[in-house]
């Protein structure tokens, strides 16, 4: 950085500085801070109000929930915790074939009956959605019209540079993820991406990723080492071309840029909008794997190093999830990812942000 000694161009500079600082969050969507997402699949889970309190006690200031449920919005009012609100893929159809009504109606019953009291951030539309698989194939043909719909509805409200509008997608839908470089969305993934990446470009938008290397982890230990998975590794980092990958997240969040750039979006951003361990229920699933992964991941977020791909991007993180959820379906591993046990305790020492 260039110094400057003489003083008719000191104060000027300041101001311009200052300026900088002022507007600096109105320039990107992403920056150094981690979140946590809510889940609520659980009997045993704190009430809404004692769960933004342990947000905010912990320094927690971002926040994703997976449906537009009033009593954790209603909690949230005056929090100053910023929220990514998810329209739950059951949603997607309705919104999809209305002509507009139904996603003003969605809007207006779940932001604007909030906003300002509640800081949202971005809309989810749309979780996971995959169209090579059976689970979830059939909301394809409704995603990219929902964001639109939703998109407008917001954009009718006068709040489209307040709050972006996007779809969570996963790293299922990244062939060649090895070399990052290689990454592409290629077949139906393609097809399905394609239109959305660019509907994110044409409105300024993000693309949420859920990142998770646990998975790539216990699907092929043999290639996927644990200290790469958990950013521990101290040597044998893979190469691609002048970039060189200490750690699995970082490769697959450039695998993902790599896609989006393939399909026309080389200035789309990428929120990581899931990612996280088991403490228990699998392979490699332990407490202390999981404490080494969270907090490695917190405090690569905060050192603000960006990527090979993207050096010196922030990466805004959100940790899955706030609390272990014993009703989640799936695997035995599904209902242990949480960084709080339900009574409130921590069950890592960790430091948010």
């Known amino acids: 950085m260039a110094v400057f000694h003489a003083t008719m161009f000191y104060k000027p500079f300041l101001l311009s500085l200052f300026l900088l600082v002022l507007f600096l969050p109105n320039l990107h969507i992403t920056d150094a801070q981690v979140g946590v997402c809510y889940g609520r699949l659980g009997d045993n889970l704190p009430s809404s109000q004692e769960v933004v309190q342990l947000y905010n006690s912990n320094g927690i200031r971002r926040m994703r929930i997976y449906d537009p449920n009033p009593e954790v919005l209603q909690a949230l009012r005056g929090s100053g915790i910023e929220l990514i609100l998810d329209v739950p893929n059951s949603d997607l159809e309705g919104l999809a074939n209305d002509d507009g009504a139904a996603a ?170 899931e990612s996280g361990w088991p403490s228990a229920g699998g392979d490699d699933a332990s407490m202390e794997n999981a404490g080494t992964y969270y907090g490695n991941l917190i405090n690569h977020v905060k050192e603000g190093s960006g990527t090979p791909k993207r050096p010196g991007k922030a990466i805004e993180t959100y940790l899955f999830a706030m609390f272990d959820e014993n009703e989640k379906p799936g695997v035995e591993s599904e209902k242990h990812f949480g960084v709080f046990s339900p009574n409130k305790q921590p069950k890592y020492q960790l430091s948010f942000n």
Request: no cysteine; charged share 20%; hydrophobic share 40%.
């Open 104 to 273: 003003s109606k969605w809007v207006q019953d779940n932001v604007l009956n909030y906003n300002p009291d509640v800081k949202f951030r971005i809309i989810a539309v749309g979780n996971e959605v995959d169209p090579n698989k059976d689970a979830t194939a059939q909301y394809v043909p409704f995603v990219l019209d929902a964001m639109s719909k939703i998109y407008d509805a917001i954009a009718s409200a006068g709040l489209k540079d307040q709050i972006k509008v996007s779809t969570a997608t996963y790293s299922a839908l990244v062939s060649n993820s090895f070399p990052p470089s290689e990454g592409s969305f290629n077949g139906a993934s393609g097809s399905f991406m394609g239109p959305i990446i660019n509907f994110l470009k044409n409105t300024n938008n993000p693309l949420l990723f859920n990142i998770y290397p646990y998975f790539s982890r216990i699907d092929d230990p043999q290639k996927v080492p644990l200290p790469y998975a958990l950013f521990t590794a101290t040597d044998g980092f893979p190469q691609d071309d002048q970039n060189q990958y200490k750690n699995l997240f970082d490769a697959l969040l450039d695998a993902a840029y790599s896609a989006v750039e393939k399909v026309g979006g080389p200035n789309v951003e990428i929120v990581v909008s």
